[in-house]
């Protein structure tokens, strides 16, 4: 099993930075690709982010395009979001996922095995 534990969630104001970070522990990440979800209130999970088992190859909501950066550190099984230019609309809960079946970065949350709790992003205007 894996487990997956978000970190770096906050109250920051529009315009401003936050770097999410989501630790892995269990088993070696480093051939699963990965990816960020997040939740607002009353609306449905939608995809953000996703990156490949290499890091090679990323993927974006159009939403984040040119805003976020997906990254990972395979040596400390960890991914990290950094987040630019927040506005209050990215405000929150952020998930992270890993997939065992895709080394490509995926889209949909169905591709996904893993999920972590969540951390809240809160961006006031």
């Known amino acids: 099993q894996v487990q997956l534990v978000e970190s770096g969630g906050g109250l920051v104001q529009a315009g401003g930075s936050l770097r999410l970070s989501c630790a892995a522990s269990?088993?070696?990440?480093?051939?699963?690709?990965l990816g960020w979800f997040r939740q607002a209130p009353g609306k449905e999970r939608e995809f953000v982010a996703a990156i490949s088992w290499s890091g090679g190859n990323t993927y974006y909501a159009d939403s984040v395009k040119g805003r976020f950066t997906i990254s990972r550190d395979n040596a400390k099984n960890t991914v990290y979001l950094q987040m630019n230019s927040l506005k209050p609309e990215d405000t929150a809960v952020y998930y992270c996922?890993?997939?065992?079946?895709?080394?490509?970065?995926?889209?949909?949350?169905?591709?996904?095995?893993?999920w972590g709790q969540g951390t809240q992003v809160t961006v006031s205007s």
């Open positions: 996922a890993a997939s065992s079946r895709f080394r490509s970065p995926r889209g949909s949350q169905y591709d996904y095995d893993f």
């Open positions: 269990g088993r070696t990440l480093s051939s699963y690709s």
